[in-house]
């Protein structure tokens, strides 16, 4: 995988972009080490293209297409807004998100692991302590594979 590690929120990841096909992904970074297809109640295509040496899951979902929808990482190189994400505490990526526009987060600790999620940016942060576990984000897809926006 060849890309940089730019967090982009309801964008992409670096030069990946959400809604590009897994043809053009694997085009774009070569072949995933893994490959997963998950079978979900909801008749939609997941598959999962692993990256385990870049440290990052590249989902795609749809039914009549689909397409590239969710990341999750926990590369260390990971870049938001400028910052590396995972040198940051919890309070300072809540700050980082605040100065972007995104105030107020849901937080749900769970067998130790606090998650913060922000819906507006489809993005969810999880924390053992301190210490930033990995971060998940997307966007939604229906099914025919279009990315669904609130305009």
């Known amino acids: 995988m060849k890309t940089t590690f730019d967090?982009?929120?309801?964008?992409?990841?670096?030069?990946?972009?959400?809604?590009?096909t897994i043809?053009?992904?694997?085009?774009?970074?070569?072949?995933?080490?893994?490959?997963?297809?998950?079978?979900t109640?909801?008749?939609m295509n997941t598959i999962v293209l692993h990256y385990w040496d870049q440290e990052t899951s590249i989902f795609f979902e749809g039914v009549?297409?689909?397409?590239l929808?969710?990341?999750?990482?926990?590369n260390p190189d990971a870049v938001l807004f400028?910052?590396?994400?995972?040198?940051?505490?919890?309070?300072?990526v809540k700050s980082l998100?605040?100065?972007?526009?995104?105030?107020?987060?849901?937080?749900?600790?769970?067998?130790?692991?606090?998650?913060i999620t922000y819906e507006d940016?489809?993005?969810?942060?999880?924390?053992d302590g301190e210490e930033l576990l990995a971060v998940n984000w997307g966007v939604l897809v229906n099914e025919a594979g279009e990315i669904e926006t609130d305009e």
């Open 23 to 39: 043809e053009d992904t694997i085009n774009q970074i070569g072949d995933a080490e893994e490959i997963d297809h998950l079978d």
């Open 64 to 67: 009549s297409k689909t397409v």
């Open 7 to 20: 967090i982009l929120l309801l964008q992409g990841f670096g030069e990946l972009k959400f809604g590009q």
């Open 121 to 127: 940016a489809l993005v969810d942060f999880f924390y």
């Open 82 to 92: 400028g910052k590396k994400v995972f040198e940051m505490k919890p309070d300072e």
């Open 41 to 43: 109640d909801d008749q």
């Open 97 to 115: 998100m605040a100065e972007h526009g995104y105030a107020t987060p849901e937080e749900e600790e769970e067998e130790g692991e606090l998650r």
């Open 69 to 74: 929808s969710c990341f999750e990482t926990d």
